[in-house]
């Protein structure tokens, strides 16, 4: 499909819903499947259509400013700001870049969209076919289906769900990062797994992750670029963002770890660690 096509993508979502895992990371850039969730919706895009893209920042969000000035996508020309348009001038495509469209759903929606060969999907949260003069949609469009879909990750709990589903490989079309290895664990580049404990099922290792000796990973754990597991640590059913450490002999089940943040799928709180040597942050 080369017909150039105008693109919206909206990355301007209320950080508090997700908080505190914002503080490291804004919405746009929350990882799943070991990589933003922006990127991807961009790289998906870049499959399947010749576009430009306006992308559409929370105010101040330098983070993903930055993120996407070193970043390219093949066939889309990407440019960014926070002052959006309150009505769209021309005829267009629109989707959230802070929640996770399945790559799968993306392509439907896109082709049904441009060649008129299928129906839009009844049901696709996130995406919109707008017309010249149509308002611009915002945040609480996609919150009202919310609850409706773990996708649009509306809290820490659909977060955790979530990318546990992207590791067991759940989410239609979703391209994890890494490669998996003879113990079957997927893990990227410049990462170190020096425990000899058998692994579990669904395993997510990020890029430049060191983890020591005796570590014990469970089922259905993620971990993030450049964090460090130490000795004897085990992990379960736990999401860890970049550049995170765990420390000596912790264990942590049912999780979301951004450190010195700690969410508990149990209870449904976070608590801050103060002790480092237990959960620490990384310098970047």
């Known amino acids: 499909m080369n017909t150039p096509v105008d693109i919206l993508v909206l990355a301007d979502r209320d950080e508090r819903a997700l908080a505190p895992l914002t503080d490291a990371l804004p919405p746009p850039l929350l990882p799943v499947g070991g990589k933003p969730m922006l990127a991807h919706l961009l790289e998906t895009l870049s499959t399947c259509v010749t576009a430009k ?8 969000d330098r983070r993903t400013a930055a993120w996407l000035e070193n970043r390219g996508f093949p066939r889309l020309t990407i440019q960014f700001g926070d002052q959006p348009a309150p009505v769209v001038a ?16 993306v392509r439907r929606f896109v082709t049904a969209s441009l060649t008129g060969s299928a129906p839009l ?14 308002l611009a949609p915002t945040w609480r469009h996609t919150a009202m289906m919310a609850d409706q879909a773990d996708s649009t990750a509306p809290s820490i709990a659909a977060y955790h769900r ?18 998996i290895g003879e113990d079957g664990i997927r893990a990227g580049v410049d990462t170190q797994i020096l425990t000899r404990r058998a692994p579990g099922r669904n395993i997510l290792v990020g ?12 089922d259905n754990v993620v971990i993030g670029d450049g964090c460090v597991i130490a000795r004897g640590a ?35 709180k976070v608590t801050r660690i103060e002790d480092p040597t237990l959960l620490g942050r990384l310098a970047a």
């Not at 021309?90 to 759903?105: K, N």
């Not at 999907?121 to 003069?133: D, F, H, I, K, V």
């Open 53 to 60: 893209v306006t992308i559409v920042l929370a105010g101040g």
């Open 90 to 105: 021309r005829d267009m495509l629109a989707f959230r870049g802070d929640i996770l469209i399945s790559p799968t759903e």
């Open 121 to 134: 999907p009844e049901s696709c949260p996130g995406a919109w076919r707008l017309r010249a003069g149509d």
């Open 162 to 179: 979530l990318n546990i589903a992207a590791a067991q490989g759940a989410i239609p079309g979703l391209k994890l990062a890494g490669w």
């Open 207 to 218: 890029n430049g992750v060191y983890i020591e000796k005796h570590v014990i990973l469970g």
């Open 234 to 268: 085990v992990l379960k059913n736990t999401v860890i963002l970049p550049g995170g450490y765990v420390g000596r002999g912790l264990e942590i089940n049912d999780a979301v770890v951004s450190s010195p943040w700690l969410w508990r799928a149990g209870s449904g």
